[in-house]
């Protein structure tokens, strides 16, 4: 008696595609993992004998798994510089290959795609099978397709694109070639192309801008959206708007200089002797200008028009909503306004929404290596339970939030959000933006969300005990279910939770994990320099002289580019609570919050929110003056080798 079995993926694939071109494959598919491992030994990225190790432990592994997924879990190289090596080193690999050796699509994903371009009789691109099959999204498609051909992957928005080279044609003539030109520098012309190798788009593309063209790779439908907002701009009436003399120019003006020193808010205060203006950029507000007491009624009302609030009421605080066109980008923008009665006026603050073009991965907000692999391993990919990220305001919870969005954002996964309101719009997941005046609010929405058949909920803010029951029901039915929290520091979450009359047996069931954060101002890389810090700020930190021994401690000088601050831009601080069974024992026996942090220290890893400050104080990252600003002081820190070791730096 004889029996068959199923050939084995690889080799069938390898039939496969000798089948689909006639001859022998062109390159085998065991190449791909070769040739990705020699340029990563010859950027001196990883060694011959790493490499080695990594083929002994791939011929062990019960699963399948490619030479490039085990050398990346080994830990031996990051996805970052993977992604950087790739760029650099175009590899002649076919894509199919090269997607699977990165772990984006299976052996069986890639063969069923290649039949399925087969039945079409080349009519499609292997490409789009495998998008149209729901294989692989077509941005994670674009950014493979960028390391293999060697043209780098553009996401321009309205505002990026050069006016005067799109007046150039017609709006319909960029449509007919897909492509779209971008800006123009002294290396030639940036081209936005949905498929750079098409020679006669490129030939067109020649014709009107000239040689050098620098192609780059956009998708279909960004190309789409692009042309038909700037050619909307172009198209519309050049009447010209309200000049910096008129009250509607002076608040349009003052929107777009926030928009410009990248404000996160506009406070406009009305003082005994003069208007005050100023912009909270990177956490801290600076000054911006002061105008006339005269005028700081008019502009208040002009803003309460756009945000529908009563001009005639003055009295009473008020607030509202604005969507203000900025003139520039030609976009939408989503402002926040709110007014506070003063003894000199009314007081009016404008939080500026929807300005981030893009949702930052996991990577980039600034978790520190071992923090980040756990955060991923014992709370994201865990199938069910709360997790709960928490900080006060402006601390960066929604970038994170959302950063685990689309982490865990796939095409087999439902995600459903109740947001107040949506600031990232993400494609692949159904956001609702609330609106109470019209009844949808959070307890009507939480309410339905569950009817909806969602794998993942993410609840914009837990608020009162509804949203935290509602949170903790849906985690016990079996959901994944993210929200953010406002607490103290990852103890502060769970004690607020006691507080709101959640029995502790039910946070214990459910909370997989708290993940305090902050954000405190970067060093300036212009004008950093190294510094010795004072004996007294050592001190209030509980460190001696020698404590820090070892560490790069930097500090800007002041510099034009950071506006003489020292600083730009912002890193995140983190601390992970992770609920092991010591914790949820602790939890339930009702001990202080002094002993669960003692504990989680002890069995779970917990790196506190100061420690993990000083580690990027240690780094030069930030200063210890930045961190004492904004990181509560719970305990005296370990020994900086201590801590370094434990994140993995």
Known sequence: MTSTFPPHPR?????????????????????????????????????????QYARRVQSKLSTQKTLVSVIKELGFITAKQLREVLIANRLEVRIGDLLVELGHISLNDLATAIRIQKESRGTKKLGEVLVESQFIT????????????????????PSDIDRELFHKAPPHWYTQHRFIPVKKSTDGTLIAFVDPLNGENREAANKVFGDPIIAGICSQGSINELIAVVGRMQSRAMAEGPDDQTVTGIVNSIIEEALKANASDIHLEPMRDRLRIRFRSDGVLLHHKDMSTDLAAALTSRIKILAKADIADKRRHQGGRIFFEDRGSGSTLDL????????????TVLRLLNKKSRVLNLEEVGMLPKVLERFR????????????????????????LYGCVSYLNTLDTSILTAEDPAEYLIDGISQCSLDPKIGLTYEETLRHMVRQDPDIIVVGEIRDRFSADTCIQAALTGHKVMTTFHT????????????????????????????????????????????LPKPAELLRIGYGANDLKGASLMAGRGCTRCNYTGYKGRVGIFELLLLNEVVKDGLLSKKTSYEIRKL??????????????????STGETTIHEVLRHVPRVGSPRPISEIRRSLGI
């Not at 070769?34 to 790493?50: C, F, K, N, S, Y």
């Not at 077509?138 to 928005?157: A, H, N, R, T, W």
């Not at 926040?336 to 007081?347: I, L, Q």
């Not at 220290?601 to 100061?610: K, M, P, Q």
Request: hydrophobic share 40%; with cysteine; aromatic share 4%.
């Open 11 to 51: 080799a069938a694939l390898e039939e496969l595609q000798e089948s689909d071109t006639g001859s022998p494959a062109q390159k085998p598919v065991t190449d791909t993992g070769a040739a990705i491992a020699r340029v990563l030994v010859q950027g001196g990225h990883v060694t011959e004998a790493q490499i």
């Open 138 to 157: 077509e941005q994670k498609l674009l950014e493979v397709l960028s390391y293999q051909l060697g043209f780098p992957l553009v996401e321009p928005s």
């Open 336 to 347: 926040r306004a709110s007014f506070y009665v003063t003894v000199w006026g009314e007081k």
């Open 377 to 400: 391993e014992e709370a994201l990919d865990i199938p069910s339970g709360v997790i709960l990220i928490t900080g006060p305001t402006g601390s960066g919870k929604t970038t994170t």
């Open 488 to 531: 103290e520091d990852s103890i502060g979450g769970l004690i607020r939770l006691l507080n709101m009359d959640i029995e502790a047996f039910m946070i214990s069931s459910t909370v997989v994990c708290v993940l305090a954060q902050r954000l405190v101002r970067r060093v300036c890389s212009s004008c950093a320099e190294p510094y």
């Open 600 to 617: 989680s220290v002890e069995t779970s890893g917990l790196i506190t929110l100061l420690e993990d400050g000083i580690a990027k104080v």
